[in-house]
Nanobody, 121 residues
Framework: QVQLVESGGGSVQPGGSLRLSCAASGSIFSIDAMGWYRQTPGKQRELVAT???????NYADSVKGRFTISRDNAKNTVYLQMNSLKPEDTAVYYCNAFAMPAILFRFSDYWGQGTQVTVSS
């Protein structure tokens, strides 16, 4: 139906930058919001940032001013530019899309497999 593939994770020193990408593929009729969430061991998955199809963004307070979410609707791709990274940003980052497959006339949440981001000196 809808597959999400993330890329761009890795290891970086504090203060560094990384850019995550997530491409949606499959028989997609429409994608509403897309976003990024993160999770560390023993904790619940938390919202990092979301963006609607019209470009309205929402950020967690902990990343405001450091992270920027954007999307290319023509490519069904969402990006997360992460600057001034801190050790507490270390987590597995998951891409999310609220999408309608072509064969199902309803929106559902779809998730990527996750990509590890490690911030350490």
């Amino acid at each position: 139906q809808v597959q999400l593939v993330e890329s761009g994770g890795g290891s970086v020193q504090p203060g560094g930058s990384l850019r995550l990408s997530c491409a949606a593929s499959g028989s997609i009729f429409s994608i509403d919001a897309m976003g990024w969430y993160r999770q560390t061991p023993g904790k619940q998955r938390e919202l990092v940032a979301t963006i609607t199809s019209g470009g309205i963004t929402n950020y967690a307070d902990s990343v405001k001013g450091r992270f920027t979410i954007s999307r290319d609707n023509a490519k069904n791709t969402v990006y997360l530019q992460m600057n001034s990274l801190k050790p507490e940003d270390t987590a597995v980052y998951y891409c999310n899309a609220f999408a309608m497959p072509a064969i199902l006339f309803r929106f559902s949440d779809y998730w990527g497999q996750g990509t590890q981001v490690t911030v350490s000196s």
